[in-house]
């Protein structure tokens, strides 16, 4: 399994940023694993940002993007999202997509849970 993360840039306070996360591998499929975003700044532990279910019909998501961020997938194109919006400095961060070791529920929100962690992809908002 191989996760890439993309979408991510430079970008002001207030604006916004879309991140993909495109799953490959010869049978794995999103739609069978409930799927999570983390984010992780130099010097800091890897943080929990939002996740969402195997089926894409629960998704949680940290206290400090609720109403911020959007997590969503689309199974055609076997990719996670990560939808940002008024992006602040604080969110300034290598963002990572993983996927949970189990079919946990409810959603899980420890890196330890998670496996098959791609690259991840730099955020950087500029105030």
């Known amino acids: 399994v191989q996760l890439q993360a993309s979408g991510g840039g430079l970008v002001q306070d207030g604006g916004s940023l879309k991140l993909s996360c495109a799953a490959s591998?010869?049978?794995?499929?999103?739609?069978?694993?409930?799927m999570g975003w983390f984010r992780q700044a130099p010097g800091k532990e890897r943080e929990f940002v939002a996740a969402?279910?195997?089926?894409?019909?629960?998704?949680r998501y940290a206290d400090s993007v609720k109403g911020r961020f959007t997590i969503s997938r689309d199974t055609a194109k076997n990719t996670v999202y990560l939808q940002m919006n008024s992006l602040k400095p604080e969110d300034t961060a290598a963002y990572l997509c993983?996927?949970?070791?189990?079919?946990?529920?409810?959603?899980?929100?420890?890196?330890?849970?998670?496996?098959?962690w791609g690259q991840g992809t730099q955020v950087t908002v500029s105030s």
């Open positions: 591998g010869r049978t794995f499929r999103v739609s069978s694993y409930n």
């Open positions: 993983a996927v949970d070791k189990e079919l946990s529920f409810p959603l899980r929100d420890g890196p330890s849970e998670y496996e098959y």
């Open positions: 969402i279910t195997w089926a894409g019909g629960t998704t």
